[in-house]
């Protein structure tokens, strides 16, 4: 880049050397010509440069997060009898999805893969089990399915999804009732296409996709007791994503900015306004686990090409 625009210089140079020493008439509006073009060259390399240099995220504002960060369904030590300590066999989950091109797959257990990586393979059903559980209650699970949208809850045994359908799983939900959901968490995450693993998610919140047409190609579920989970964790990954347009949002694409700067997902705004609005909805959301959030400045060559976010959860 840098050995055209000296060759274009010097060739500036030598066109204007050339209309001062007063050649023939012809040449001197060649030489124009020439001088035109060479002018409008470096114009148009600059303009293209300006929307690829390199891009610095500057915070903006201060971390903003919730006060008074607590587990509403953590249980006191005094509600947990002594027959219930006594209890030795702790409850596990096993699970199995139908694979594109392949069917079911063998049942997976406490946090082991069930799916594919590598190969774009959809997940197309999945069935769930608890086993060995010494509480009342049960495991209730819910998909997201191309073109047809949230299933009705399935509960253990179940197969929530289609088969020989040819339609991907898009996102899913899963909880725990009863006495069972009072004493253990489930926690699950996915792999979803061009996302790759996503964060962890328990109590019925969805995890995957929205309106992206993206495929789940992996799941990990397990159960784990109940405890104190609200510390922030700012290496943590989202969960879910939502491809809805909203208010101010920009075209990160047509903006050439590069995903890694938007966590995967994450939005562009064109105002600090816009970028706070949505970052409060978020936090503010009771379907959602996010527990903080920091927003940022995005800037390439000295100038402001919008604002984010990164936000913080608890697990």
Known sequence: MFLNDYCNLTSIYYIIMMLQRKDCEKMKKVSLVLLGLSLLFVGGATSANADEGEITAVPY??????????NDD??????????ERAVAIAPSVTY???????????WKKNAQVAGTSGQAKRLEAIEL???????????????????IGWQG????????????QAKR??????KLTGELGRRYDVFYRVHAQNFGWMGWEKGGIPAGTSKFAYRLEAIEVKLVPKKNY?????????????????????????????NKYLDNGLKLFKNSKSVINFAEKELNDVNRKTIGYQTYQLRRNLKTIGYTVDFYYPY
């Open 230 to 258: 609200f510390t922030i964790n700012k290496s943590a990954k989202t969960s879910y994503r939502d491809n809805t347009k909203v208010a101010g949002e920009l075209d990160a694409k047509k903006l050439k900015v590069p």
């Open 61 to 70: 504002g201060e971390l903003k997060s919730v006060d008074n960060l607590q």
């Open 153 to 164: 809850w399935k509960k253990s045994g179940q197969v929530s999804g289609t088969s020989g």
């Open 74 to 83: 953590l249980e006191s030590e005094e509600t947990i009898t002594q027959n």
């Open 129 to 147: 089990k608890v086993k060995d559980s010494p509480y009342s209650g049960d495991i209730q699970y819910s998909t997201h399915i191309q073109n």
């Open 169 to 174: 799983l898009e996102a899913i939900r899963i």
């Open 96 to 106: 199995r999805t139908h694979i594109q091109n392949i069917g079911w797959q063998g």
